[in-house]
């Protein structure tokens, strides 16, 4: 017999997390869906939604989705300015997203690029 509580996952609980990421969120009054904004619907904690995600591969399915949604409305909110940018972009850093610049200090021509040095030791005189 396993330890611990019984799991309230079930069909019913599966229904309501495929209705909120569909657009039931909105009804929550999030304007994105999130995998707390899912918890506190269903009233559990992450860590249940995780574990419910480690048991069922439709439920694993339904978090992918959330996270999904959540990309593309962040980022199709940013473009329309529907969202502040800064929480745009903490959500879209969530998700791969970064504004990180790479410098290349080198010319095309490859005229500056750094130059080998070669020093040579002194050596001490034999006796």
């Given at each position: 017999?396993?330890?611990?509580?019984?799991?309230?996952?079930?069909?019913?609980?599966?229904?309501?997390?495929?209705?909120?990421?569909?657009?039931?969120?909105?009804?929550?009054?999030?304007?994105?869906?999130?995998?707390?904004?899912?918890?506190?619907h269903l009233g559990v904690s992450k860590p249940t939604l995780y574990?419910?995600?480690?048991?069922?591969?439709?439920?694993?399915?339904?978090?992918?989705?959330?996270?999904?949604?959540?990309?593309?409305?962040?980022?199709?909110?940013?473009?329309?300015?529907?969202?502040?940018?800064?929480?745009?972009?903490?959500?879209?850093?969530?998700?791969?997203?970064?504004?990180?610049?790479?410098?290349?200090?080198?010319?095309?021509?490859?005229?500056?690029?750094?130059?080998?040095?070669?020093m040579l030791k002194d050596e001490p005189a034999g006796d």
């Amino acid at each position: 017999m396993p330890a611990g509580r019984p799991t309230k996952y079930n069909h019913s609980v599966q229904q309501s997390a495929d209705d909120y990421v569909a657009g039931g969120h909105l009804g929550c009054d999030d304007p994105v869906p999130s995998v707390a904004g899912l918890a506190c619907h269903l009233g559990v904690s992450k860590p249940t939604l995780y574990n419910w995600a480690n048991e069922s591969s439709q439920f694993f399915d339904t978090l992918e989705r959330c996270k999904e949604r959540q990309e593309k409305l962040a980022l199709m909110g940013g473009l329309t300015n529907e969202f502040n940018a800064s929480i745009v972009k903490l959500l879209l850093a969530n998700h791969g997203y970064s504004d990180k610049q790479s410098i290349d200090h080198q010319s095309s021509d490859k005229s500056m690029a750094p130059r080998l040095v070669v020093m040579l030791k002194d050596e001490p005189a034999g006796d």
